[in-house]
């Protein structure tokens, strides 16, 4: 018998990295807080004093019944909706007024509760439209099929090619998405969201629809994201099997206002948060 | 290369001798990231050494059993080769082997080393850990998943190849070494254990002798003239003998590419893109081939449509006569060219069969319109018969005599005689020398003079070409007296696009019951274009429609029979549409997708109860496992049907007398 | 051969040729429907101003002269001096790259999110401001537009089809004009770069991202409004060329706008989200009309050429609405 192996010198090398938005933010720092946010439209409030952190390399769960603010909440973040009160610091500073196509250049990257790819595309381009911002070169380089434009594009290519390899959809790369099932669209719109190699991935119910076996698949995906890859993650979901499961730290909104947050099982003993979900429906 | 054929006695010898005479041809592709990567044989040579100088670094010695679990991988491939030069035994195990399964064959063949593919099989091999005490070292192809595992017995694929090539770069001598141990190995080693997925009961291990391995292989190639020309696509289960024997051990005796498609998922894609020319599939691949190439027709538009029938009616009347190389007259000539032009070139195409040369099929009857149809559109299609214990080829058909109701005379150098009892035994070059552990099961296995007995009922017609009728023990009677083959039934109930799965019961009783199951993807077409909306399989399965449509499959297939003197007296008089669809998780059918007829008759012992005693529906309940393991139960009123039967003819030309 | 079968070749090649004018136009419209939902009414008038402005930048003619010289009397025509083509091409580039930002800023941008129709009707504000700005700018004479392309009748191929002919008929040879080849492959070129930009860079797959869904084209960080500047420009560059092809053959004037309606029938057979079907639609519709007027033309009387293209265009409404190549309409309920 030869000498035993090192086992250091025997763990594979991971292909793919995510770096496009380094930002220096320690794991477990604050990464974006939320501060005494409201946002109300035309008088009525949807979202009423809130206040959270998420943290570096955590996945952040924002539940609640219908209608309790989520989705308002995650398109404060995204920058789509502008809230009247309240400041909202991302990386250490604070935000100011902000156009939606800003959050996506600035490491925000998101994925809808009904699903919105470019339906006419196929798989492959709609995932690399993902990476849209990264991509430097400008029109007219492009526009002369000048060699580093070129380039820069195959380059992108590859890592596409590690998302896609990554969410297991390699049987669909020039399938136009329309053509998709539902699950498999899911994942698409995952799959772009990943490819802006984001700091912070919003899923706006990600595992909505699906069937057991397709949320069990998600659930293993958006774990192997935040593990592999550090990703921060913030999510909104309604199966609250699936929100204990994975996530790390949980907000709990109730009629735009916050009535819980801390680590799942905690969360779960809460009293307000167990009559918000166990009392009169708000339907 | 006949100057020593007598000398190359193993795979690892090939190998070696490939890496010269083929240096530069391409020995294996991978589609990895979207782009066909290739090894040159030379490069595969250094691949397959660094494996091994590492897995030797790791204390594999000769005769240890290393198992190989996963997909069709370049670097599972390797696995085997590298094994096989340190004269280790492979063990493959089917990827998608439930954990109980593996646990058995990996403590049966007493495993110290596993090499698989990723960490569902690690997960799996680690959650039954304690059950194989023999197991050292796990090494893994893919590492997603698995960083955080404890890593004293696990590695990765790629570091043990690296501790080979530092062993090497450190001691070249090694590499010499190692080629003068392949040089020196004996063809009486064992070559692989392949485990049959098995009718009944626990799976056996088949030890097949390198000698006999490449004797086998060797006859074959020669006999379809295959070369390092040729190309193939690797996608056939990596454990099951038609892997093992068509792509692995051909492609090292002929030198041939093997290429491995990017997933399981993509293999028809991949097809396209390597067309290759030589390929196997069973018939139930062609079955679902045609079914979507008629749905797709369906929504074509109406010239497409009209075009489409007109040439593969052309097809039908001239193409196997030219495939044939018989007399077609010039117009016929003619018009199957337009029809290759505009039909079945693009056909082919889309489908990856364009430079098919030699394809096969086999392992249950395939209808012989859907042999006709890919025979007419040019391709090569053959059957052949074949065992594990034969280290696959029994019989196989000739280029110009190819049927598609028999599977064609002895292979070269194979006898084969049929016993008294109608069963088909044969003695070949890749016969196998025993089950592993289970000499008793060997001896009942063999007969006394050396032949093996293939279990299988049949007999030779007047071309001198095997007919297989059945599993020779399930040829029973009915309380009539009339012969009961109750595979005969179901193949000729399974010629129906509609009809995916059929089993026959009645030995020992007093007629034929089936089970049915239809066809998702055809039924549920049908039920698209004709607005019955339905939820799921089993509410489909259970809709009148259906039923009338399943009548009438019966009632057709009963004529069939009726014409058929051995078989008139068994026709089908009952018969249901399962509310399941049979499933090899819950061990309806084999890994290989055969039905395990007794293991049904038990599990649906109450509808089969209802089959007899008369009644039109029964409640039922099964047990269902789910792909993760966990169980669960479907709940079901099961319709049960009357079959309209034929009488049987008094001479065998009276047709239709029945109404 | 026999020369009626010469004439039958003759008509059908000068039917493509026209053909891929059409198409060169109607290409304009679809890249604006495709990617923003407007049918740009004003795509007819943009060519024409784009000829304007070439031939004006060309001929080193003063802008506004005429307004120029009401107010201040003056009598200034040209800088005199002449610019050459390539420049002045450029030149008008630039022009309708500024054109398109400043629509994006002025009228566009205010317009987000309202009813295709509206858009639509800016647009046609949009063709009678431009017609009337660019006669303020450039005059409204007729001008001849000579950017290096020859014309005229092809004399070697004129031999080369003479000796196809019987012997013995007296057969002159074909006829084609070498703008028409030129424009032809100029059309195909452009078709070609226009597709491989859309297919392969990364503008191209924004654009068409964008035409599918602006909400998630935002999400993942592409700003509209660049892209609209974009497609415009674009649309300013096929419209560049159109006028350039068409000037060349009939001078630039006011009717030159006019062919925007011959592309309304393309579209309507071609689809209006397909650019090959533009293309294929303009073979289609340029053979067709020419055809039609050698063989139909002398039953009815001719002129068959000015309404040929509508009927065929109404035909296809009736049963195949979609055109071509469009996609399929179809209605979930």
Same mark, same amino acid.
């Given at each position: ?23 220096g ?5 604050t ?6 946010? !409201? ?11 809130i ?7 955590e ?22 909706y502008?809230p ?8 250490g500073?604070? %935000?100011?007024?902000?156009?939606s ?67 297991e959809?390699? +049987? ?28 912070l ?40 099997? $699936? ?11 109730d009629?735009?206002?916050?009535i819980?947050?801390?680590p ?19 339907d | ?11 690892p ?40 100088? &590492?897995?030797q ?26 094994a ?16 109980e ?6 403590? +049966? ?78 063809g ?34 020669? @006999?379809?003239?295959?070369?390092? %020309? ?11 003998? &038609?892997?093992?024997y ?15 498609p ?8 991949d ?29 074509a ?36 060219w ?24 086999? &392992? ?7 042999? !006709? ?5 040019g ?14 080829? =029994? ?38 020398s025993?089950?592993?552990?289970e ?18 009922a ?19 009677r ?15 109930l399974?010629? @129906? ?21 239809i ?26 429609k $259906? ?31 399962? +509310? ?22 038990? %599990? ?7 089959l007899?005693?008369?009644? !039109?529906?029964k ?35 009276h047709?239709?007398a029945?109404? | ?10 008509t ?45 930048l ?5 802008? @506004? ?39 994006e ?23 009678y ?25 092809s ?68 700003s509209l409004?660049s ?9 300013g ?19 030159? !706008? ?27 519709? &340029? ?22 293209a509508? =009927? ?19 209605? %979930?309920?």
């Amino acid at each position: 018998m030869n000498a035993p192996l090192k086992t250091a010198d025997l763990r594979a090398s991971e292909r793919f990295q995510m770096t496009a938005h380094q930002d220096g933010i320690a794991k477990g720092e604050t990464l974006l807080a939320v501060e005494n946010v !409201s946002l109300s439209f035309g008088g009525v409030k949807a979202i009423t004093n809130i206040s959270f952190d998420i943290r570096k390399g955590e996945i952040r769960a924002i539940i609640g019944p219908n209608g309790a603010g989520k989705t308002s909440m995650l398109n404060v973040i995204n920058g789509f909706y502008h809230p009247q009160e309240g400041t909202i610091t991302y990386r250490g500073e604070k %935000r100011s007024q902000m156009r939606s196509t800003d959050a996506a250049r600035q490491g925000i990257a998101r994925t809808f509760q009904n699903i919105a790819l470019f339906k006419g595309m196929s798989t492959l381009d709609n995932i690399m439209t993902g990476r849209i911002t990264l991509q430097k070169r400008n029109i007219f380089w492009q526009a002369l099929w000048h060699g580093p434009a070129m380039k820069e594009d195959l380059e992108h290519r590859e890592a596409v090619e590690h998302i896609i390899d990554f969410l297991e959809i390699q +049987h669909i790369r020039k399938t136009p998405v329309g053509r998709l099932p539902y699950g498999l669209q899911k994942r698409v719109e995952l799959g772009r969201a990943l490819a802006a190699e984001p700091a912070l991935l919003l899923l706006d119910e990600p595992m909505a629809g699906m069937n057991l076996e397709e949320k069990e698949d998600m659930s293993r995906f958006i774990l192997d994201v935040n593990d592999q890859f550090g990703t921060t993650i913030a999510l909104i979901e309604h199966d609250m099997g $699936v929100v204990m499961d994975i996530s790390d730290r949980v907000v709990v909104l109730d009629y735009g206002r916050k009535i819980g947050d801390g680590p799942p099982d905690e969360v779960s003993q809460n009293q307000d948060v167990i009559d918000a979900y166990l009392g009169v429906s708000h339907d | 290369m006949t100057q020593n054929h007598a000398s190359l006695d193993t795979f690892p010898k090939y190998l070696l001798l490939n890496a010269k005479r083929f240096a530069t041809r391409p020995a294996m592709r991978h589609k990895d990231l979207g782009i066909w990567q290739s090894w040159t044989w030379a490069e595969q040579l250094d691949e397959v050494r660094a494996l091994a100088l &590492g897995l030797q670094a790791m204390g594999v010695r000769a005769g240890d059993k290393i198992a190989i679990v996963g997909s069709n991988r370049p670097r599972l491939y390797w696995s085997f080769a590298a094994a096989q030069s340190l004269q280790a035994v492979p063990v493959p195990v089917y990827a998608d082997a439930v954990a109980e399964e593996m646990a058995y064959v990996l403590d +049966h063949a007493g495993v110290r080393f596993a090499i698989v593919q990723d960490q569902e099989q690690v997960d799996k091999i680690l959650s039954f850990r304690e059950k194989i005490p023999a197991l050292e070292q796990v090494i893994y192809d893919e590492p997603r998943g698995l960083r955080d595992y404890d890593h004293e017995h696990m590695h990765a694929f790629e570091a043990v190849q690296g501790l080979g090539r530092a062993r090497l770069k450190e001691d070249p001598a090694l590499g010499q070494a190692w080629e003068a141990g392949i040089n020196g190995a004996s063809g009486d080693d064992i070559s692989i254990i392949l485990y049959t997925s098995g009718t009944t009961g626990r799976s056996k291990g088949v030890m097949l002798k390198a000698v006999s391995a490449v004797r086998a292989a060797q006859d074959t190639v020669a @006999f379809d003239r295959l070369s390092e %020309r040729d190309e193939v696509l690797a996608y056939l289960p990596l454990a099951w003998v &038609g892997d093992h024997y068509l792509n692995y051990a051909q492609g090292y005796v002929s030198g041939f590419c093997m290429s491995c498609p990017e997933s399981p998922e993509t293999v028809s894609q991949d097809l396209k893109e390597i067309g290759p020319s030589f390929y196997f599939a069973p018939p139930r691949v062609f079955e679902g081939l045609l079914t979507s190439v008629m749905i797709r027709m369906e929504d074509a538009g109406a010239l497409k449509k009209r075009l489409f029938h007109h040439f593969i009616d052309v097809a039908k009347q001239h193409g196997e006569a030219l495939l044939e190389g018989r007399n077609v007259p010039f117009s016929g000539r003619l018009n199957y060219w337009l029809g290759n032009l505009f039909v079945y070139g693009p056909l082919k195409n889309t489908l990856g069969f364009s430079n098919i040369r030699v394809a096969y099929t086999a &392992g249950e009857a395939i209808g012989p319109d859907l042999f !006709s149809f890919f025979r007419s559109l040019g391709i090569n299609l053959k059957q052949l018969y074949g065992q594990t214990e034969a280290f696959l080829y =029994v019989t196989c058909q000739e280029d110009k005599d190819v049927r598609a109701d028999a599977v064609g005379p002895a292979a070269p150098n194979v006898d084969i005689r049929i016993a008294d009892d109608g069963e088909v035994q044969f003695r070949s070059p890749g016969m196998f020398s025993g089950y592993f552990k289970e000499e008793e099961k060997t001896t009942e296995t063999m007969t006394p003079d050396g032949y093996v007995k293939t279990g299988d009922a049949g007999f030779f017609d007047k071309d001198g070409q095997l007919k297989i009728i059945d599993r020779a023990k399930d040829v029973g009677r009915l309380t009539t007296g009339a012969l009961f083959a109750p595979k005969f039934i179901e193949n000729s109930l399974k010629f @129906f696009p509609n009809i995916k799965e059929a089993v026959a019961f009645g030995d020992g009783r007093d007629k034929v019951g089936v089970f049915l199951n239809i066809d998702l993807t055809a039924v549920g077409n049908w039920a698209e274009r004709n607005n019955i909306s339905y939820a799921s399989y089993q509410e489909l399965a259970g809709h009148p429609k $259906v039923y009338e449509m399943m009548a009438e499959h019966v009632a057709e297939t009963n004529r069939k029979l009726s014409e058929v003197e051995m078989m008139a007296g068994a026709q089908i008089s009952r018969f249901l549409v399962l +509310h399941k669809e049979l499933d090899a998780d819950d061990g309806e059918l084999t890994r290989t997708q055969k039905v395990r007829r007794s293991f049904i008759a038990e %599990r649906y012992a109450d509808l089969i109860e209802a089959l007899y005693d008369g009644s !039109s529906e029964k409640y039922v309940e099964t047990e269902v496992t789910y792909e993760d393991g966990r169980k669960g139960s479907i709940r079901a009123t099961v319709q049960i049907r009357d079959a309209r039967t034929f009488p049987v003819p008094a001479g065998a030309m009276h047709k239709e007398a029945a109404e | 051969m026999s020369p009626e079968f010469l004439y039958f070749i003759e008509t059908v090649i000068n039917g493509l040729m026209s053909g891929v004018m059409y198409s060169l136009v109607a290409l304009g419209f679809v890249l604006i429907f495709k990617a923003s939902g407007i049918f740009n009414f004003a795509q007819g008038v943009m060519a024409l101003f784009a000829a304007l402005t070439l031939v004006g930048l060309q001929t080193g003619q003063v802008p @506004f002269a005429h307004l120029i010289n009401a107010i201040f009397g003056t009598e200034i025509h040209h800088f005199g001096w002449e610019l050459p083509a390539a420049v002045a091409i450029a030149g008008t580039l630039v022009v309708m790259v500024a054109f398109a930002w400043i629509f994006e800023k002025l009228v566009l941008k205010h317009l987000v999110n309202q009813e295709p129709i509206i858009l639509f009707m800016a647009t046609i504000g949009l063709a009678y401001f431009l017609e009337g700005f660019g006669d303020l700018m450039w005059g409204s004479d007729v001008k001849t537009l000579n950017v290096g392309i020859p014309s005229g009748g092809s004399f070697w191929w004129e031999d080369v089809t003479k000796t196809w002919a019987a012997e013995g008929s007296d057969y002159f040879g074909m006829y084609i004009d070498v703008l028409d080849v030129y424009a032809a492959v100029i059309a195909v070129i452009l078709v070609i770069a226009l597709t491989a930009f859309s297919q392969y860079t990364r503008t191209g797959r924004a654009l068409r991202a964008v035409a599918d869904d602006h909400q998630a084209a935002q999400s993942v960080g592409i700003s509209l409004r660049s892209i609209w500047v974009i497609v415009w420009s674009i649309a300013g560059f096929v419209a560049l060329v159109a006028g350039i092809m068409w000037g060349s053959k009939s001078g630039v004037q006011f009717s030159l !706008s006019l062919i925007a309606l011959k592309a309304l029938p393309v579209l309507i057979l071609g689809g209006f989200t397909s650019i090959p079907g533009a293309i294929i639609g303009g073979l289609i519709i &340029g053979v067709g009309e020419k055809l039609a007027e050698l063989y139909i033309g002398p039953l009815v009387g001719g002129a068959i050429e000015n309404w040929f293209a509508y =009927v065929v265009a109404l035909v296809f409404l009736l049963f195949r609405p979609q055109g071509l190549f469009g996609e399929k309409i179809i209605e %979930r309920v």
